[in-house]
């Protein structure tokens, strides 16, 4: 059981450059999201999707793309690679609520980018 | 949006000592979540609340549920060096939302 997979695990980008980065699970979760996170920032959400077809922006959505054609992937896109989107991507996912009670996310291991 | 204010920022302690860190909120949570993140990998779910008041156990680890729904704390007994890393807090909506919102976290250092 692989749980959350993210892959590449490092990426150097120049500037203007474009760029997938991928998640992949297999725990049939219905929720998937995509989170930066920077030196002293915690997480902050960049994309979400809670179904196949379906995805929202979170805080922080300028700059990336996303789609969800299957319940287990769901890829981010930088269309423009910029600096300011140096960071290392997490990518997570977990049941759909049911009843008002949470249902927990498991995160990958994270995607460490640097934009020159 | 909302905010996370997640004290201390970090922590130098001795091995055997006693933990306590906290999480506050300037708005309502029907779901607090507390990870913990190693170095090179992703946050990793150590206790989760769903309940006001609720306090729930996980070995040396103990996390409460504020009464008041906007805070959250988390205490660790009798560190170890492998209780080193980043402790994040973490709220979450219920009634289908189910966004995250991330505290600053705590990052600590057992001292030799």
């Known amino acids: 059981n692989a749980g959350v997979t993210q892959t590449p695990k490092f990426q150097v980008l120049k500037t203007g450059q474009s760029m997938t980065l991928q998640c992949a699970q297999d725990?049939?979760?219905?929720?998937m999201s995509w989170y930066r996170q920077d030196p002293g920032m915690g997480l902050r959400l960049i994309h979400y999707?809670?179904?196949?077809?379906?995805?929202d922006q979170g805080e922080v959505p300028n700059g990336y793309n996303v789609s969800r054609s299957t319940t287990e992937d769901f890829p981010l896109r930088l269309l423009s690679a910029a600096p300011s989107q140096t960071s290392v991507y997490f990518c997570?996912?977990?049941?759909?609520?049911?009843?008002?009670?949470?249902?927990?996310?498991?995160f990958g291991d994270g995607t460490r980018l640097s934009i020159l | 949006g909302q905010q996370l204010n997640q004290s201390p920022q970090s922590m130098f302690i001795q091995e055997g000592e006693d933990v306590s860190m906290n999480c506050t909120s300037s708005?309502?949570?029907?779901?607090w979540l507390w990870y913990k993140q190693d170095p090179g990998e992703g946050p990793v779910l150590l206790i989760a609340?769903?309940?006001?008041?609720e306090l729930t156990s996980n070995g040396r680890l103990t996390a409460q549920f504020g009464i008041t729904r906007k805070d959250s704390f988390l205490n660790i007994s009798a560190s170890i060096p492998s209780d080193v890393g980043i402790y994040f807090c973490?709220?979450?909506?219920?009634?289908?939302?189910?966004?995250?919102?991330f505290g600053t976290g705590t990052r600590l250092t057992i001292i030799p």
């Open positions: 997570a996912s977990s049941y759909s609520m049911a009843g008002g009670v949470g249902q927990p996310q498991h």
């Open positions: 725990m049939n979760h219905e929720y």
């Open positions: 999707s809670v179904g196949a077809g379906i995805t």
């Open positions: 708005s309502i949570f029907n779901t």
């Open positions: 609340l769903y309940k006001a008041g």
């Open positions: 973490a709220g979450q909506l219920s009634g289908g939302n189910e966004k995250l919102t």
